[in-house]
């Protein structure tokens, strides 16, 4: 599909990159630009960047960056084009109309996004319109859902037959490999055909941060099915269980503005609590908590309440993610139903109001913890009492920041009679032994920790920060300044004098530009190159630092004015080469000495380049540059 030029400049200038990137990312102010935690990487300090004044974004963690489009195609995992249209339809920009082979022509994402979207129609229509499906309607509601709930969270049923889904997607005309792909249908033993992976069970839809649907949760109705109570979607190139968080595409609005979320394990939980008004809840989708669900929640949660099942199951799984969250510096408080209950059935006895107050109620994990060792009988003799307070002390080992660790141990000693030392004494250990894991995951395959998973820094692509300064104060302010700025400072230096070849690539891609209009926007948008995309956006959010010390006057406030820059930096690369020319003089001087010849011509050659490079280091590059 073609979308003229002045489409897309009108559906990027329509589009406030702070706006939409505060729909996924917490974003805080910081001077002129905005901060926030990576979506593209897993970390604990933000190093996320956003510039309102450039409409760029990047990751100095990571070295993602880019502008509106390239966002939403890194976190939507879909094309350019598909990139403009929902930004032009976000924007109520209309575009033109698309053709068979434009459609045919969209990313595998993209397949694998309305494969499953069409499936959630599919199991709601199946729910509310056919008569199989009463009978799980019937069920929701018994459970209490109202169907506003239903229709809100996309509820569905999948028919009790072998080739339901199957037949509606030959009518429909839909790739069964896609399907297929997106963990819809089964491909037959005997290779004959498909057939549906879910049958007979009450779906509900598993949907992105942004809202898309990626994958189903599938509860079972029938007694005589053989498999589990619940299943989910296999992986897929879309869905990545670990990665998931249920609901919170509808709460995290609610949890930006309350600073907290509550964290339950499974669907029921959540819609049952989002109904009866508390909406800042997400769920873990029925698999143990990971630490990248945990680190998505940080992006908009200062702090995480954990609520599970009141059983002996629900505690142990609440005790490991009480230390996966300390882990990453997150405050965590526990709130626990009475014995026997979940936070579904707790709810929807004691209302709102109940529920709120169990809330306000919840306890920090010392206390929870010290509970649970208390209801085990481990505080009645000394054996039992040291376990107790090592698990405790092992606990605030986990929390990244050494003050709150102090005052932490401070409590346990205050509460258990036990001398600090003691306590400071099995802490270091401890967090000895943290460190040396954390290291060791490190250590990993680039980009990876010990288990195969994205570490908290992946590996870097060539930044900003490796090209030398002058090449990269002149390349900011060509990207910055546009066509008037390259023919200014391509009058003095030659395009060959960049030696980055990260440098060279930018500056092929201008000259690409030839004659016609261009900005760093059009740039980006111009390459399909993620690398080169990335490495513009850093080379935007860079500093001037031409300007402290490159003369040897020493530092220097930084300079923001571009054609001081830009003279500057035309004078530092052009000695730079009458330094390299130099060198190769006195190469050939000496060489010329060793075999007797006359030694005049290399000598005037070196003092015209000497006083060459006095005259520029004298007028710091102005204004007495000369073409040559």
């Given amino acids: 599909?073609?979308?003229?030029?002045?489409?897309?400049?009108?559906?990027?200038?329509?589009?406030?990159?702070?706006?939409?990137?505060?729909?996924?990312?917490?974003?805080?102010?910081?001077?002129?630009?905005?901060?926030?935690?990576?979506?593209?990487?897993?970390?604990?300090t933000p190093s996320f960047t956003v510039s309102a004044e450039k409409q760029?974004?990047?990751?100095?963690?990571?070295?993602?960056g880019g502008n509106v489009f390239t966002f939403v195609m890194e976190t939507e995992k879909v094309s350019f084009i598909e990139a403009v249209r929902e930004l032009a339809e976000r924007a109520a920009i209309p575009l033109p109309s698309e053709t068979r082979e434009d459609q045919a022509q969209a990313t595998e994402h993209e397949g694998l996004f309305a494969a499953c979207r069409t499936a959630g129609l599919f199991y709601y229509e199946n729910l509310v319109n056919s008569v199989e499906g009463k009978l799980a309607l019937e069920y929701l509601r018994h459970r209490g859902f109202h169907d506003d709930t239903i229709r809100k969270f996309g509820l569905g049923y999948s028919l009790n037959s072998w080739d339901s889904l199957v037949r509606f997607a030959e009518q429909q005309h839909l790739d069964l490999s896609v399907m297929e792909r997106a963990g819809l249908l089964a491909r037959r033993e005997d290779g004959s055909g498909y057939y549906d992976r879910f049958r007979g069970r009450v779906m509900f839809p598993i949907f992105s941060v942004s809202g898309r649907t990626v994958g189903f949760g599938a509860r079972r109705l029938r007694e005589d099915d053989p498999l589990g109570k619940y299943i989910n979607s296999p992986e897929t190139p879309i869905y990545n269980k670990?990665?998931?968080?249920?609901?919170?595409?509808?709460?995290?609005?609610?949890?930006?503005?309350?600073?907290?979320?509550?964290?339950?394990?499974?669907?029921?939980?959540?819609?049952?609590?989002?109904?009866?008004?508390?909406?800042?809840?997400?769920?873990?989708?029925?698999?143990?908590?990971?630490?990248?669900?945990?680190?998505?929640?940080?992006?908009?949660?200062?702090?995480?309440?954990?609520?599970?099942?009141?059983?002996?199951a629900g505690s142990k799984a609440t005790v490991r993610g009480v230390d996966l969250v300390l882990e990453k510096g997150i405050e965590v408080k526990v709130a626990e139903p009475p014995a026997g209950e979940d936070p579904d059935s707790f709810v929807r006895k004691e209302g709102r109001e109940g529920f709120q107050k169990l809330l306000d109620n919840a306890?920090?994990?010392?206390?929870?913890?010290?509970?649970?060792?208390?209801?085990?009988?481990?505080?009645s003799n000394p054996e039992g009492k040291s376990k107790a307070v090592r698990s405790l002390v092992a606990s605030i080992a986990k929390m990244p920041d050494e003050l709150k660790?102090?005052?932490?141990?401070?409590?346990?000693?205050?509460?258990?009679?036990?001398?600090?030392?003691?306590?400071?004494?099995?802490?270091?250990?401890?967090?000895?032994r943290e460190s040396v894991r954390r290291t060791y995951e490190r250590r990993q395959v680039p980009g990876t920790t010990a288990t195969g998973q994205p570490s908290e820094k992946p590996a870097r692509e060539a930044s900003a920060a490796d090209i030398p300064a002058p090449e990269r104060d002149l390349l900011r302010v060509m990207l910055d300044q546009g066509p008037s700025m390259v023919e200014y400072i391509f009058s003095y230096v030659n395009p060959e004098m960049f030696t980055h070849p990260m440098a060279r690539r930018v500056i092929a891609l201008i000259e690409s530009r030839g004659e016609s209009e261009w900005d760093h926007h059009t740039l980006v948008d111009g390459t399909e190159d993620q690398t080169l995309r990335r490495f513009i956006a850093d080379v935007l959010f860079s500093k001037y630092e031409l300007s402290k010390g490159w003369f040897g006057r020493g530092t220097e406030p930084e300079i923001a004015e571009p054609r001081e820059v830009a003279d500057k930096s035309i004078a530092a690369l052009r000695i730079r080469g009458i330094e390299r020319l130099l060198a190769e003089q006195f190469t050939l001087l000496k060489s010329a000495e060793g075999r007797g010849e006359q030694l005049l011509p290399y000598h005037q050659r070196i003092k015209q380049l000497q006083q060459e490079r006095k005259e520029l280091q004298a007028t710091r590059g102005r204004p007495r540059l000369s073409a040559e």
């Fill in 1 to 44: 599909m073609r979308i003229p030029d002045s489409v897309i400049d009108e559906v990027r200038s329509a589009t406030d990159i702070v706006d939409l990137i505060s729909a996924t990312v917490a974003l805080k102010k910081r001077g002129k630009n905005y901060v926030g935690l990576c979506p593209f990487h897993q970390e604990k």
């Fill in 405 to 432: 660790r102090n005052f932490y141990i401070k409590m346990v000693a205050e509460k258990y009679d036990i001398y600090e030392t003691v306590l400071f004494r099995e802490l270091e250990q401890l967090v000895g």
């Fill in 363 to 379: 306890v920090s994990f010392l206390d929870f913890k010290a509970k649970l060792f208390q209801q085990e009988g481990l505080f």
């Fill in 242 to 312: 670990s990665r998931i968080l249920y609901g919170l595409s509808h709460a995290r609005d609610a949890i930006r503005s309350q600073g907290y979320a509550i964290l339950v394990e499974g669907y029921a939980d959540l819609l049952s609590v989002f109904q009866a008004g508390i909406e800042n809840i997400v769920a873990s989708s029925g698999t143990a908590l990971t630490e990248e669900q945990i680190l998505l929640l940080a992006r908009y949660a200062q702090s995480i309440t954990l609520v599970y099942d009141g059983d002996s």
């Fill in 56 to 64: 760029m974004y990047h990751c100095f963690g990571c070295s993602a």
